[in-house]
């Protein structure tokens, strides 16, 4: 899994990357079945005359594709805040897959499953070789 974290106007700290790793395991361990490559990027923004933090998060995947945003005066809060919002985003499009399956497939779903089966298969025997 790919983090990339950019800071903006505030130094980078170990205080402050220990509390964004810290919260991004949450995004980690739903994301850890999903296929590579698996992007998460975070920028953090300070604006030194309003003191106002301001952090922005994706999350890229080949399933899913969220984005969160939020500003305050806490850094920790927004954090915390955003890191919520793409839980939430992951959880609903996973549900939305879910319930997509469960109703029926339609062809196209039906032909990649297929399609990856044979691509495995091919991958076995390559192997025993």
């Known amino acids: 899994m790919q983090h990339r974290i950019f800071f903006g106007g505030c130094e ?3 205080v402050f990357d220990d509390h ?10 739903f994301l850890e079945a999903e ?7 975070v920028n953090v923004h300070f604006h030194a005359p309003r003191s106002l ?3 922005r998060a994706r999350v890229k995947t080949r399933n899913y594709d969220c984005f ?10 927004e954090v915390n805040e955003v ?11 996973n549900q939305k897959i879910n319930q997509q399956h469960k109703r029926g497939c339609d062809k196209t779903c039906r ?3 297929a399609e990856e089966l044979v691509h495995y298969d091919i ?7």
């Open 111 to 113: 032909a990649q499953a």
């Open 83 to 93: 890191v919520d919002r793409l839980y939430t985003q992951l959880r609903n499009q």
């Open 68 to 77: 969160a945003e939020h500003s305050g005066t806490d850094y920790y809060a």
């Open 53 to 55: 933090y301001e952090v």
């Open 12 to 14: 980078r700290t170990k």
């Open 123 to 129: 991958l076995e025997d390559n192997d025993e070789v």
């Open 20 to 29: 964004l790793n810290e919260q991004l395991k949450k995004i980690e361990r």
């Open 35 to 41: 296929p590579s490559p698996r992007i998460i990027e």
